[in-house]
T-cell receptor, first 114, second 112 residues
Framework: NAGVTQTPKFQVLKTGQSMTLQCAQD?????MSWYRQDPGMGLRLIHY???????DQGEVPNGYNVSRSTTEDFPLRLLSAAPSQTSVYFC?????????????FGPGTRLTVL | SQQGEEDPQALSIQEGENATMNCSYK?????LQWYRQNSGRGLVHLIL?????REKHSGRLRVTLDTSKKSSSLLITASRAADTASYFC????????????FGQGTTLQVKP
């Protein structure tokens, strides 16, 4: 199993550009989530999904969209990037629909918005 | 403000010493989890303790949970240089909310 994979590893955007961060898992996990990590702020939950077709907001959802058309994939879209979205983004998944089980994290995407 | 607050923010010890990190939280939880993050890497799960448990062990790790004080501690015994990392607590809120909320983390440096 590849586990949780994220692409790209690094990305530089200009203010106002859009992009999609990809996340995929091959463990047949129902629960997937996106976090951002900023220095001194720990990890903050952006959006999460308890299964295909179901998504919900986390702590900091503004400026981000998600969709879950398949169990395996959970892309995160930035519609109009802002410098405040410069961060490291982590995708995670877990067995079961509640999200209360052990989370498996991807390696992260480091995003810089100029 | 965040659900989990960790203390201390940074900790520096000598190899062989014990390291203790504390986590406090604000609302009722279903479980509390501890994760480790090596510099520039993703997080790795260490241990999960449920709200009806008071203590769990895993190798050199010991986790306690006091729901009356809304706090947890992670003890790493006989630390090694390889334990150098950031450690995060994360709480899963009661009521099947689907949200796992992380604290700000403790950065541990173990000097050889």
């Amino acid at each position: 199993n590849a586990g949780v994979t994220q692409t790209p590893k690094f990305q530089v955007l200009k203010t106002g550009q859009s992009m999609t961060l990809q996340c995929a898992q091959d463990m047949n996990h129902e629960y997937m989530s996106w976090y951002r990590q900023d220095p001194g702020m720990g990890l903050r939950l952006i959006h999460y999904s308890v299964g295909a077709g179901i998504t919900d907001q986390g702590e900091v959802p503004n400026g981000y969209n998600v969709s879950r058309s398949t169990t395996e994939d959970f892309p995160l879209r930035l519609l109009s990037a802002a410098p405040s979205q410069t961060s490291v983004y982590f995708c995670a998944s877990s067995y079961g629909v509640s999200g209360k089980d052990t989370q498996y994290f991807g390696p992260g995407t480091r995003l810089t918005v100029l | 403000s965040q659900q989990g607050e960790e203390d201390p923010q940074a900790l520096s010890i000598q190899e062989g010493e014990n390291a203790t990190m504390n986590c406090s939280y604000k609302t009722s939880i279903n479980n509390l989890q501890w994760y480790r993050q090596n510099s520039g890497r993703g997080l790795v799960h260490l241990i999960l303790i449920r709200s009806n448990e008071r203590e769990k062990h895993s190798g050199r790790l010991r986790v306690t949970l006091d729901t009356s004080k809304k706090s947890s501690s992670l003890l790493i015994t006989a630390s090694r240089a390889a334990d150098t990392a950031s450690y995060f607590c994360a709480t899963f809120l009661s009521g099947n909310t689907g949200k796992l909320i992380f604290g700000q983390g403790t950065t541990l440096q173990v000097k050889p």
